[in-house]
């Protein structure tokens, strides 16, 4: 009886133990849902996007792009995204709001230019001119306002294209995108009464506008200004933060591990573009991005030091992302969430 019972639990343990190894056996991946703004965002994550990524165990991470900053926030709003690079001022808003965003890196720093067809060299020599930006409420928007304060620079913000420019200010005038700036300059669009000749621009479409302008017959077109170091002026050498990485908190709850893993892999593929910019921005233009005509333009801002693609853990990054919130909250502190966020807002692993 002895015997029969023994091999009855030694049976049940061998079903038992078949059973989770065919489980094992067929669990899929978890799903990993990241998303970007096209353009120097996607160059920083362009490998791990690319089919050489071999990937994360367990994990099956699928990336999309879009030029809809607005599309973004609302996903990040319901929380849909676990992972993102947004505006800094975007990142502290998603935590500040409760929509569980934590800061895991800096992926890159400070790419605005002013670019002109003039030959300008100060920001004094805005004064009386039309500029043409985007992005008012984020980092665009924010950062040209600063660097003119800085420098007891006066500027207006007039709005629609039909008015008469204050000829003792910038006069910043608004669209919706950055490539609508773009085709403003290229296309020779009449605002405030004259003809685009200033736009507000990131790279690498700083860089690219040159070539398109001129193939519009609009040439002369450069960067100018660099706003990175306008704003390190004042800032006691320190330069600010344009892109960050982000995660929602759900996935430390599930695997902490996977999290620094997949850290550790956008810092690589932040690495491989500071290394290989041209094939970078090559292997941009495959993945489909529209803000970057070629690896070699990339390569072009890249050099001339106007592409700064250096991945920085939250917690190295953290005073330069201090003052960069502490402008905001002095102009407008509802672009942050309403405060600066608490010390948890940091991931420091």
């Known amino acids: 009886m002895k015997k029969i019972l023994v091999l009855v639990i030694v049976c049940i343990f061998a079903l038992v133990m078949l059973s989770a190894c065919g489980d094992e056996s067929s669990r899929e ?6 998303i970007m703004v096209d353009g120097a965002p996607l160059l920083s994550m362009a490998y791990m996007k690319s089919d050489d990524f071999v990937g994360i165990d367990g994990y099956n991470i699928s990336f999309d792009m879009t030029n809809d900053i607005d599309a973004i926030v609302a996903s990040l709003l319901n929380q849909e995204p676990d992972f993102a690079i947004v505006p800094v001022n975007v990142a ?21 230019h002013i670019v002109s067809d003039r030959d ?50 910038v006069n910043i005038v608004y669209l919706t995108a950055a490539s609508d700036v773009r085709d403003a300059i290229a296309t020779g669009m009449e605002i405030g009464g004259e003809f685009v000749s200033f736009g507000l621009l990131a790279e690498p479409v700083a860089t690219a506008i040159t070539g398109f302008a001129a193939n519009m017959d609009r040439p002369g077109f450069t960067a100018r200004i ?100 502490q402008t905001i909250m002095e102009e407008n502190a509802n672009l942050i969430g309403g405060r600066m966020p608490a010390d948890s807002f940091y991931y420091t692993p």
């Open 29 to 34: 991946d978890v799903d990993i849902n990241v």
């Open 92 to 112: 502290a808003m998603m935590y500040n709001n409760g929509s569980g965003y934590h800061l895991a890196a800096i992926t890159t720093w400070g790419i605005m």
């Open 120 to 169: 300008i060299s100060t920001l004094d020599d805005l004064i009386g001119e039309t500029v043409v930006a985007f992005g008012q409420s984020g980092t665009p928007g924010i950062t040209l306002r600063a660097v003119l304060k800085q420098n007891n620079i006066p500027f207006n913000e007039p709005i629609g294209t039909d008015f008469i420019p204050d000829p003792d200010m």
């Open 226 to 325: 660099d706003l990175q170091t306008e704003w390190a002026r004042n800032n006691n050498g320190e330069i600010y933060p344009q892109a960050a990485l982000i995660f929602h908190e759900r996935l430390l709850e599930n695997d902490a591990n996977f999290v620094n893993e997949f850290i550790n892999s956008a810092e690589q593929s932040s690495i491989f573009a500071n290394n290989n910019p041209v094939e970078a921005g090559d292997l941009a233009v495959e993945l489909g991005s529209i803000a970057i005509p070629n690896g070699a333009v990339v390569g072009n801002a890249h050099s001339a030091g106007r592409l700064p693609m250096d991945f920085t853990r939250a917690g190295n990054a953290r005073s330069a992302v201090n003052t960069f919130l």
